[in-house]
């Protein structure tokens, strides 16, 4: 019997596209458009609004999770499943502030494609375990770290994340370098930081999109 769930794929390798899709329609899927490029794909989704879209994170012209803002900007009833080959913290969380149904790994069998479609079918998330574990050890310890940093602290570090220097955030926030320079002590100290120069910067530009949603 055929799927009714109507799917739109979108990935900027081939044969990739070409193996997914024809996986989906041999287990019979109905697969109703294909794109190798992010405005492909929004423009695909925009005009079929299908029940589902299986977008790889990277692409030419727009991105997977640029594709999915755009379109839920329009409020269509699509759902999402990112497929990728990224497993660090900085895609995870960002599928996790999209409320994307799925996040699957490129190299997973298809098993786990087929487990996800009837998980979103029934309206729950369905997320690789590899998904869980990274969001479970790597991202939420960050989160509670940056919510026990005080309001001052959380502007700081959100300027900082945006690629603003100690004299323009004393600047911008009207108080001294001696100010700024005690919060971003206090602000090492609670993420558990090294105290060296850079280290804050760094940290907080590995993590931008986690301090600016929270």
């Known amino acids: 019997m055929p799927n009714k769930t109507t799917i739109i794929v979108a990935d900027d390798h081939p044969m990739l596209l ?4 024809e996986e989906l329609i ?4 109905s697969v109703i458009g294909t794109a ?18 299986i977008l790889d994170i990277e692409m030419p012209l727009l991105t997977g999770f640029e594709v999915i803002k755009k379109c839920e900007n329009k409020k269509l009833k699509t759902k999402y ?14 599928a996790k502030t999209l409320n994307i149904s799925g996040y699957l790994l490129k190299d997973e069998p298809f098993e786990e494609m087929q487990k996800c479609i009837t998980s979103i079918s029934n309206n729950k998330t369905y997320f690789s375990s590899t998904f869980d574990s ?17 309001p001052s602290e959380r502007t700081i570090i959100r300027l900082i994340a945006q690629g603003s220097s100690s004299n323009e955030i004393a600047e911008s926030l009207l108080i001294s370098i ?12 609670k993420l558990d930081l090294a105290s060296h120069t850079d280290s804050l910067t760094v940290w907080a530009k590995q993590h931008k999109e986690l301090i600016l949603s929270l």
């Open 18 to 21: 070409k193996g997914l899709c």
């Open 26 to 29: 041999s287990n019979n899927y």
């Open 36 to 53: 190798e490029n992010g405005a492909i794909a929004l423009e695909l989704i925009t005009k079929l609004n299908p029940d589902l879209a």
């Open 81 to 94: 499943i990112v497929l990728t080959s990224h497993k660090e913290s900085r895609f995870i969380f960002k």
């Open 134 to 150: 990274v969001f479970e050890s790597e991202v939420s310890p960050e989160i509670k770290k940056i919510k026990f940093l005080s």
């Open 178 to 189: 001696r100010t700024v320079q005690k919060h971003r002590t206090n602000i090492l100290s």
